[in-house]
């Protein structure tokens, strides 16, 4: 029995010799014109090898829009698993694709409370600045979104500036 553990212990350090956990997100803080939008998007994942990596991200969101005679107050909060897949990757850039799905609840103050969920792929691209940190973005949106953090229904391919995010992540 203690040989059969020290060989799983063995294989398992051997998997995950090239594998890293990776923690990062995205920060978003926009006002104006009676209008004010907060989004924190923590992410974390672990890079099985150079191709693969599994990680989620979580959405906690707050939009006050300002109605003339009321305040229309929203919040979002979702939950979102992916597979990332790396195309192209050298010692500066990487270029991924993160295809998963979303569940998520929207609550309106004073209002319906909706439950929505994204189905889809979302490309991006690193940069790296040292060995355990980078920035990154994702540009766009191919898939499916209904009542979804307050995106707009529909599915197909999306370059909207709402699709755009950028962030960082630190890998250990």
């Known amino acids: ?12 350090a051997a998997l995950s010799a090239k594998a890293q956990i990776y923690t990062g997100g995205t920060l978003n803080i926009f006002g104006g014109d009676g209008a004010f939008n907060f989004t924190l998007k923590p992410e974390v994942g672990y890079e099985f090898n150079e191709k693969w990596a599994f ?9 006050k829009t300002d109605m003339g005679n009321y305040d229309l107050k929203t919040n ?5 698993p992916y ?15 993160d295809g998963g799905f979303g569940v998520g609840v929207n609550s309106v103050k004073d209002g319906d409370n909706t439950a929505g969920f994204e189905v889809g792929v979302k490309p991006g691209i690193a940069i790296k600045l040292g060995d ?9 949106f191919l898939g499916y979104r209904d009542d979804f953090m307050g995106y707009t229904n529909g599915g197909g391919l999306r370059l909207s500036s709402e699709d ?9």
Do not use: C, P, Q, W
């Open 55 to 63: 990680g989620g991200v979580l959405y906690l969101g707050h939009n």
């Open 132 to 140: 355990h940190f980078s920035i990154l973005t994702k540009v766009g």
């Open 164 to 172: 755009v995010s950028f962030g960082f992540y630190y890998a250990f």
């Open 83 to 97: 597979a990332r897949y790396t195309f192209f990757e050298n010692d500066l850039l990487r270029i991924f694709a």
């Open 1 to 12: 029995m203690r040989k059969i553990g020290i060989l799983l212990l063995i294989m398992m």
């Open 76 to 80: 979002h909060f979702a939950i979102a």
